[in-house]
Every structure is written in structure tokens, then in C-alpha cells.
């Protein structure tokens, strides 16, 4: 099954609390900290919300 690596690329500050508490679920909390995780409807809905936040690449 693919995974997705989910990158935080910019910081948290100014943000609306149902981003950082999205962020807090998909288990980032330092900008440049990576999680991999896989690939469904649940978490594709997560990086939707936050994507302007993160940088996702498909892995294997």
C-alpha cells in the first residue's frame, strides 16, 4: 500500500486552532519535521486542510 510523507514547511503561528489542532493529529510540530503515514480518505482530508502548510510526496 503507498504511505505519504508529510513535511511541515512553514510555522504554525497565526493560524486558526482547527489547523494546529490538525497539524497536532497528523503528528507535526517543528517546521522541516516529516511523518509518514498511509494513504487514505482520513489522512488525504488532513493534509487537504493544512495544505498550504505542509509538502507531501508519495513513498513506498
Given at each position: 500500500m503507498a504511505q505519504l510523507k508529510i513535511t511541515?514547511?512553514?510555522?504554525l503561528a497565526g493560524t486558526k486552532p482547527n489547523?494546529?489542532?490538525?497539524m497536532r493529529?497528523?503528528?507535526l510540530h517543528r517546521i522541516d519535521q516529516s511523518v509518514v503515514r498511509k494513504d487514505n480518505r482520513?489522512?488525504?482530508?488532513?493534509v487537504n486542510a493544512v495544505g498550504h502548510l505542509v509538502e507531501v510526496e508519495e513513498v513506498e
Open positions: 511541515q514547511t512553514r510555522g489547523q494546529r489542532e490538525t493529529t497528523l503528528g482520513s489522512v488525504r482530508g488532513l
